[in-house]
Each structure stands twice: as C-alpha cells, then as structure tokens.
C-alpha cells in the first residue's frame, strides 16, 4: 500500500477515534460531570487517546507481527488514559456541589413536622 493511503486513513481513524472517544465519555461519564470540567483537560485528554489509537495502529501495521512491543505500549499508555479519564470524572463527580453556600446543599427541614413527631 502507498504512504499517502496510510497517511490518509490513520488521519481518518484519528479524527473518527476523536469523535467517537468523547461520544462514549459522554455517555459513560454523564454530561453533567462533564460539564463542570474545563475544556482543555477534555480536549487534552481525548486528543491523546484518539493520537494514541492512531499510533498503535500505524505500529501494528508497520511491523510483521501485529502484537509487538510498540502496540504492546500502546495498549498500556491509552489504558493509563482511559484511567485518567475515569480518575477526572470521579473527582468532579464528587465536588460538583462544592460551590453551594451553605443551606444550599438541596437539604430542607421541615420545622412543622419534626415539631408534631416530638
């Protein structure tokens, strides 16, 4: 196969890993979750794992085995992405009510009965 094909379907299967990584993190992850996140910890964390993809591929490809050392670290460091990715939805997950004031925690006591039951 030419380079100019290769290069034109690993551009290809970057873009669409793109597209499709952020489509299963916002469904995995919760659009809420991901909306309290900056924008570049997406965008950074996403473009790595579709870069990542793409270049393990081009690894698999480039070599006579498929499974060698070079799509071997791939595997790992998109696995240690994901995980990052995990890591950072968990975290906002846990401090999306970190802004409320106090009283504001969506808690409400009702004074009229709790005063009856006493």
Same mark, same amino acid.
């Given at each position: 196969m030419s380079p100019n094909f290769l290069r034109l379907?690993?551009?290809?299967?970057f873009l669409i890993a793109l597209v499709a990584f952020q489509d299963v993190w916002v469904q995995v992850g919760g659009q809420?979750? #991901?909306? *309290?996140?900056?924008w570049y910890t997406? #965008?950074? *964390?996403?473009l790595g794992l579709a870069?990542?993809?793409a270049i393990g591929t081009a690894c698999a490809v480039a070599h006579e085995r498929a499974w060698n050392a070079k799509t071997v670290a791939c595997v790992i460091i998109a696995l240690m992405i994901a995980g990052g990715m995990a890591a950072t939805t968990f975290y906002y997950h846990l401090h999306e009510n970190d802004d409320a004031g106090p009283g504001e925690d969506g808690a409400a006591i009702s004074y009229l009965m709790r005063g009856a039951h006493a």
């Open positions: 379907a690993y551009m290809l299967e809420s979750h #991901l909306d *309290l996140m900056p997406k #965008l950074s *964390l996403t870069l990542i993809t």
